[in-house]
């Protein structure tokens, strides 16, 4: 996509963006490519000017407080409630929005100060990277991605909400604060924990051992390299149910760590406990189900692509090179995935494609000399 | 690489390959590429048949005992020592060597058995795939990637095993079984069932959790796919390494449930007890510090690396244009990540190049109209 394919927005400016980190930044770059007038304010002026050297908008000025219509607030979700009343004050005609990744709490601030809610709307975009900050922002941050309204505000407050939602390229989904934050504890929230204790787990570990560490161990703690000081913020604010889930996980670990008590093959045949073997193949069997349960990128199961794996000298052009022809193929690439290892110039290219372009792909990619895998 | 390019190995044959699941057809299928007469054996003869018709080798006969220098052992974990000490007896001037993931119950048994173990030699090469069973096999599964021996067997068996690890483009490494074991738990066994029950709870999920899951999800429970049979031989056959590592994991996740249960923003500030919220935040930190000591593609740690993240179309080609352009500009791509949207004709590309190429090839790209973030 060029710049020349930028299609026009609904939204009307100017639009005020408070918090000028990942999420608010990249609202405003995307904004701001489409000609809205954006006015960007963050308690830090560096970020502030960070945002506005990176094109997200211009500097707010007193001057600009009336003709505001629309105020995102993206600041972490501890503040959020006292961002959002003071913009509801300070911009009598404009509706205010926020995007913090926790609803429930947030809005029973809001509601706990007695606050006229008739102009805000709780929104949470389903966009983020292991990185943050403003340099980070990207302005197709939302482009396809689920931005969920929680369902506060007066219908004409809802209809501004959703339409900057549809203008960001996201795809608008309506749901209640505690369905979304008990959404979140379960897809989120919990897979962030548990990607950081395991990765805690090898703070100690010897070099040794790490030096075994396979493409598995990497995409598990990927996100364990997520920032502390906004997970705890995250964590503080939906507690509840993300200790639920905690909680139940932590059940399903301990039936797992009983049964390995019960299952130890090196201690005797003897000593297998009836039933212990059989716990630790359910627990395997049901993360299958659940995994099979997460939707892949056209909305439908995982398992719907055939992968064709192919090896791939560590050499510029070679990636290139054989993804051309996977294109002169005739076959449209659902996924890639690289697994390199460690001292070694290759790699191995899992190309994700419709079941039924497989046995053409691997067919024209051994034609062409690739190496590959059935 | 190209079938002309192909090293000539030291490994003579005939090998024997017994058990021609993932592991044994690569290790079949690479030493027959290389002009290695390999025999093939499996308890099932789908397998064998299979294995065979993929070009690992021709199906053993008893005219072939003899002649056998090298066995590689090439089943589940449980059933290795008997099917080790089978092979030694039936081939009384060969070396036999395994493959099983874990070597201290391997060995445990084996010894206990009163066979002589001087032409035993444990092993294990760090390859595997989310996939199982020969139909998953791949000539250069175990290219670049550690081969652990386990120092067992004398000199000439051990030199024997090396030599087949190295031709099967590997890189030896030498450990005891017991520090093998541990590290294994802790850089794949354990992450195995972390993924597992992160994806169990996802069993009862409502359809529009699941359909807010991003990248991260995806990525932590990606292996929650394994195959649950395979499994449950690792983990009992490595049960008191695991179920150390494990323990250790609970109490982790129970100080983060107990903080949680003390650091609940909802509940209002004054609930919020000292230190809780610190150790939600030392958890993330943690987390932090033991994914940086992950070694990376080229032995380095994860962060030496600039990502630069593209926008790209779902189309075919656009991809490979994308690559050919990351060519032209003359940065290699040191690794690749796609991140999907569901219901979206978009994909981010996540490149990963040295440091020092990154402003260069966002420059590069820019230049060629492609989004990109800094």
Redesign the interface.
């Known amino acids: 996509?060029?710049?020349g394919s930028v299609a026009p927005v609904a939204t009307r400016g100017p639009v005020r963006v408070v918090g000028t980190g990942l999420l608010g930044t990249s609202v405003g770059l995307s904004l701001a490519t489409r000609g809205v007038d954006v006015v960007l304010h963050d308690s830090s002026r560096t970020a502030m000017y960070l945002a506005r050297d990176?094109g997200a908008g211009r500097p707010a000025t007193p001057d600009d407080d009336a003709d505001v219509r629309l105020v995102v607030v993206a600041v972490p979700?501890?503040i959020t409630a006292d961002v959002v009343r003071a913009e509801l004050a300070a911009h009598p005609s404009a509706v205010v929005t926020d995007v913090a990744s926790v609803k429930?709490?947030v809005l029973?601030e809001l509601r706990a100060s007695g606050v006229d809610l008739r102009r805000y709307v709780g929104s949470h975009p389903?966009?983020?990277?292991?990185?943050s900050g403003p340099?980070?922002?990207?302005?197709?941050?939302f482009?396809?991605?689920?931005w969920?309204l929680t369902g506060t505000g007066e219908p004409d407050a809802v209809l501004a909400v959703r339409t900057l939602a549809t203008d960001l390229?996201a795809?608008p989904?309506t749901?209640d604060a505690a369905?979304?934050d008990?959404?979140?504890a379960?897809?989120?929230h919990?897979?962030?924990?548990?990607?950081?204790?395991?990765?805690?787990?090898?703070?100690d570990?010897?070099d040794?051992?790490?030096?075994?560490?396979?493409q598995?161990?990497?995409?598990?703690?990927?996100?364990?390299?997520?920032?502390?000081?906004l997970?705890?913020s995250i964590?503080?604010?939906n507690?509840?149910p993300?200790?639920d889930?905690?909680?139940?996980?932590?059940a399903?670990?301990?039936r797992?760590?009983d049964a390995?008590?019960h299952?130890?093959?090196?201690t005797g045949p003897e000593t297998?406990a009836a039933g212990a073997?059989g716990t630790?193949?359910?627990?395997?069997?049901?993360?299958?189900?659940?995994?099979?349960?997460?939707?892949?990128?056209?909305?439908g199961a995982?398992r719907e692509y055939r992968?064709v794996?192919v090896?791939v000298?560590?050499?510029?052009?070679e990636?290139?090179r054989l993804?051309?022809d996977?294109?002169d193929a005739?076959?449209?690439?659902e996924?890639?995935?690289?697994e390199?290892?460690?001292?070694?110039?290759?790699?191995?290219a899992a190309i994700s494609v419709l079941p039924d372009r497989g046995d053409h792909l691997e067919n024209e990619l051994a034609a062409r000399?690739w190496?590959?895998?059935?």
């Open positions: 996509m060029t710049e990176l979700p501890d429930g709490y029973d389903m966009a983020g990277r292991e990185l340099a980070a922002a990207v302005p197709d941050l482009v396809g991605r689920p969920v390229g795809v989904v749901m369905e979304h008990a959404a979140m379960l897809v989120s919990v897979p962030q924990v548990a990607a950081s204790l395991v990765a805690g787990r090898l703070t570990a010897p040794a051992a790490l030096s075994l560490a396979g598995g161990l990497r995409d598990v703690t990927r996100i364990a390299s997520s920032d502390p000081r997970w705890t964590l503080a604010a507690a509840g993300v200790r889930v905690l909680v139940a996980l932590r399903d670990l301990d797992v760590i390995l008590g299952a130890d093959l090196a297998v073997l630790v193949a359910t627990t395997i069997a049901h993360g299958n189900t659940g995994v099979a349960r997460i939707p892949g990128k056209h909305g995982h992968v794996t090896l000298p560590d050499a510029p052009g990636l290139a993804l051309a996977v294109g005739g076959v449209n690439l996924d890639l995935r690289m390199h290892s460690p001292r070694h110039p290759m790699g191995m000399g190496r590959l895998a059935s």
